[in-house]
């Protein structure tokens, strides 16, 4: 089952970039995929930087 953002704009894409070569813009189609690939895994990992971050452990309260 689909799930996310992520993967609604990665079906939109494909959606796009098929359109456009069956237009015959293969050229534009292919940049667009290429940038794709580079965003989608430059998110991914930014992803997984913000869930590292988000589940570190609190530091322990001071006793004052």
């Known amino acids: 089952q ?4 992520t ?3 990665g079906m939109w894409l494909a959606g796009a970039v098929g359109m456009a070569a ?8 292919g940049f667009v995929c290429a940038v794709a690939m580079v965003v ?3 998110l991914k990992r930014l992803d997984v930087v913000i869930d590292r971050r988000a589940n570190r452990p609190l530091p322990p309260a001071s006793g004052d």
């Open 22 to 29: 069956a237009l015959g813009y293969y050229l534009i189609g």
């Open 2 to 5: 689909p799930r996310g953002l």
């Open 40 to 42: 989608l895994t430059v």
């Open 7 to 9: 993967t609604a704009a």
